[in-house]
């Protein structure tokens, strides 16, 4: 089995962030895993995606031009990224920011969350919309445990922000209840 996903947004909606959790994740469940992150030049609103290879075999090379997933934050990210996702790809959307109606493709499996109305109204914080997508793709693709993930969160949460774990717990749980698994 392997994975490649491409999540992607703009800077601050912790891109690279669930794509660090997920790898490591992926590693702890031994798995080989690559994480290649990329930002632009701007700090907060610049465009931020990362790539994440899971895999039972050895993985030969970093990069991905199509991407059997996606996980998409922004519109631009959509735009960008959609036309390279595999026929037959999961492609999961924070529709509370990206308009399904701009996925023109029907060979892909398209699952929205309105993760920023989500996080803002259930979980407390807009800042968690990221973690509720990465739950729903946990649950959707199966690719590692969401328990191993939940498990993972004190290895990119340094100590400073030890206390918004809980948050984190719950915008993963529910997503992943979106996605249907009910944690």
Not at 68 to 75: A, H, K, P, Q, R
Not at 120 to 143: C, D, H
Not at 157 to 167: A, G, M, N, Q, V
Request: with cysteine; glycine share 12%; charged share 20%.
């Amino acid at each position: 089995m392997t994975k490649d996903i491409i999540m992607a947004g703009f800077g601050g909606q912790g891109i690279l962030m669930i794509g660090n959790l997920l790898a490591l994740t992926a590693m702890e469940e031994g798995k080989n895993v690559t994480y290649l992150p990329s930002y632009g030049v701007e700090m907060r609103g610049g465009t931020a995606n990362c790539t994440v290879i899971i895999s039972d075999e050895e993985i030969g090379s970093p990069v991905v031009w199509r991407p059997g997933s996606l996980v998409i934050m922004n519109g631009p990210s959509l735009e960008r990224f959609l036309p390279n996702l595999q026929p037959g790809g999961e492609l999961v959307i924070n529709s509370s920011l990206v308009d399904a109606r701009k996925v023109d493709r029907t060979d892909v499996r398209l699952f929205q969350v309105a993760a920023d109305e989500i996080a803002r109204n259930k979980i407390g914080s807009r800042q968690m919309a990221s973690m509720i997508a990465l739950g729903a793709y946990v649950a959707l693709s199966g690719v590692v445990g969401l328990e191993t993930l939940i498990g993972c969160l004190p290895k990119v949460i340094s100590k400073k922000y030890e206390r918004f774990i809980p948050l984190n717990v719950n915008a993963l749980k529910e997503g992943a209840a979106l996605a249907g698994i009910h944690a």
